[in-house]
């Protein structure tokens, strides 16, 4: 007899989880750019792009991430015989 494979997560915490990821990349993304060296001084590495969204982005990012660890699924049955009361005949 074969026995299904049960994994920890249901599909829908793999679609949250991957949204979170999308969401720390693009905030890397947005992090990203030229700096400056010895000859030349870039401001833009202080824009607000840089400094403030990019880090909050992240930030989202890594709390969807654990939200999308914690999310347990209506559908999610456990073995509810042990949590139920007895009931009487």
Same mark, same amino acid.
């Given at each position: 007899?074969?026995?299904?494979?049960?994994?920890?997560?249901?599909?829908?915490?793999? @679609?949250?989880?991957? @949204?979170?990821?999308?969401?720390? @990349? %693009?905030?890397?993304? %947005?992090?990203?750019?030229?700096?400056?060296?010895? $000859?030349?001084? /870039?401001? $833009?590495?202080?824009?607000?792009?840089?400094?403030?969204?990019?880090?909050?982005?992240? %930030?989202?990012?890594? %709390?969807?991430?654990?939200?999308? @660890?914690?999310?347990?699924?209506?559908?999610?049955?456990? /073995?509810?015989? $042990?949590?139920?009361? $007895?009931?009487?005949?």
């Amino acid at each position: 007899m074969k026995q299904k494979k049960e994994f920890a997560f249901a599909r829908m915490n793999f @679609i949250l989880l991957g @949204i979170g990821m999308a969401a720390v @990349i %693009l905030g890397f993304i %947005l992090m990203s750019g030229a700096g400056s060296d010895m $000859e030349h001084f /870039n401001a $833009e590495i202080f824009s607000a792009r840089r400094v403030k969204v990019a880090p909050a982005i992240c %930030l989202a990012g890594y %709390l969807f991430i654990v939200y999308a @660890i914690l999310h347990r699924p209506k559908d999610c049955q456990t /073995n509810t015989d $042990e949590n139920q009361p $007895e009931q009487k005949p």
